[in-house]
């Protein structure tokens, strides 16, 4: 009788045993899944705030190199409004003659069609970032909720405490990133 005793107590310890087993590896992959998951968002989110630099600076760029023109250009007008004689009109109109071939191949340097096509391209490249990124946002959330689900209810609940597996945090972005990107604020940099 003794001997049957201690064979269903070590059959019961032998199954408690193997069923903790199963869940610490039920929950490691889960863990290791979820950080997975999180690498590949985090990889797209960083791949979202290159391209964003890259938009701002092709933009900038071509703001930039717009301005010198429009700078140069409204330079040479004002010297031929403030010329108050004929010498010195004909000395501004001149100077602007010898300055728009040099304006001309700088407008040709940056033409709008290099710009734009940039643009758009950036621009398709980001939107389709932001798709990545819900879609990756949504894996993410979806990896967590089975986790956190697995860790808290029983009786996943006792082994994920006694190996101190707790719920996973949901991506959630924090309000100041739920608003639009200021681009105003990137272009002052």
């Known amino acids: 009788m003794g001997t049957l005793i201690l064979i269903v107590v070590g059959i019961m310890l032998a199954a408690i045993?193997?069923?903790?087993?199963?869940?610490?590896?039920?929950?490691q992959r889960y863990n290791i899944h979820v950080d997975n998951v999180f690498a590949n968002l985090d990889a797209i989110l960083m791949r979202r705030v290159d391209e964003l630099s890259k938009l701002v600076d092709v933009t900038r760029q071509h703001v930039e190199d717009e301005n010198q023109i429009l700078q140069?250009?409204?330079g040479l007008r004002q010297q031929i409004i403030d010329a108050t004689n004929v010498d010195e009109k004909v000395k501004a109109h001149n100077n602007m003659n010898r300055q728009i071939p040099t304006f001309m191949a700088q407008a040709e340097r940056y033409p709008d069609i290099k710009f734009s096509e940039a643009y758009k391209h950036l621009q398709r490249s980001i939107t389709n970032i932001e798709e990545n990124i819900q879609a990756a946002r949504h894996?993410?959330?979806q990896?967590?909720?089975?986790?956190?689900?697995?860790?808290?209810t029983f009786p996943g609940n006792i082994f994920a405490g006694i190996f101190r597996f707790g719920a996973r945090p949901m991506f959630e972005a924090p309000q100041e990133k739920r608003e639009d990107v200021?681009?105003?604020a990137m272009f002052n940099r």
């Open 143 to 152: 990896s967590v909720g089975r986790f956190n689900a697995e860790v808290s």
């Open 182 to 184: 200021d681009l105003r």
């Open 139 to 141: 894996s993410y959330n």
């Open 17 to 27: 045993i193997g069923v903790a087993i199963v869940y610490y590896n039920k929950f």
């Open 72 to 74: 140069g250009v409204i």
